[in-house]
């Protein structure tokens, strides 16, 4: 099961990377398909002997990236992505911590009640959007609507869609797990992380060595 869950981590932290890649190369592409045809233009007035060769170079360059405007269509799809599939990546990692430090101030017993109050708010919060989210998105694919610059690929809205209740739902499960680990006294805080635990653990270490 350990084995399993590591290899789960692995993928969403490399699917993570995948999707902030994509994110950058197709930006990347875009800027550089939509500057560099002036240098061409520019070298096509300087020297008149290959200015028509230049020239055709520009206006090929620049006729991509008029045909790149789905560019910025894509990059927002692929960054709503990031969003919703890193929200399970944060709860894992305890990007939450400010408030889990408000909860440690409080007695022990207190903190287990609370981290379960809190779970359970969560939970709900989660299994809402998931049943929502799921109606929105059978609607959504049930209508067949082209997303903006990106219906020429065969992309509908509804399948960009699909990551809010899986998102949603990811999230269902990580606070799940959570809600059982602080029932059966396994850990106290919200994260499956405790990055104060181990910023505590890291600094004795260093003590001890020095």
């Known amino acids: 099961m350990h084995a399993l869950t590591r290899l789960w981590e692995h993928l969403e932290e490399a699917f993570i990377a995948f999707l902030l890649a994509a994110m950058t190369l197709v930006t990347f592409t875009y800027v550089l398909f939509n500057n560099v045809y002036t240098f061409f233009y520019t070298l096509s007035d300087k020297w008149t002997v290959t200015s028509a060769l230049f020239s055709s170079i520009g206006d090929h360059l620049m006729s991509v990236a008029q045909d790149m405007s789905w560019s910025v269509a894509l990059t927002k799809a692929l ?6 599939f890193g929200m399970s990546y ?32 969560c939970l709900a919060y989660g299994g809402l959007f998931v049943v929502a989210s799921l109606k929105w998105v059978a609607a959504l694919l049930v209508a067949k609507i082209g997303a903006e610059d990106l219906d020429q690929f065969g992309i509908e809205i509804g399948f960009i869609a699909v990551i809010v209740p899986i998102g949603f739902g990811l999230v269902f499960i990580r606070y ?35």
């Open 90 to 121: 944060g709860v894992r990692t305890a990007g939450h911590l400010g408030v889990d430090s408000l909860v440690k101030l409080t007695p022990r017993p207190v903190q287990r009640w609370l981290g379960m109050l809190a779970c359970t708010c």
């Open 79 to 84: 960054f709503g992505w990031m969003i919703f």
């Open 176 to 210: 799940l797990e959570i809600f059982w680990r602080i029932f059966t006294h396994r850990q106290m805080g919200l994260g499956l992380a405790d990055e104060a635990a181990e910023a505590s653990k890291l600094a004795a270490s260093s003590e001890e060595h020095h």
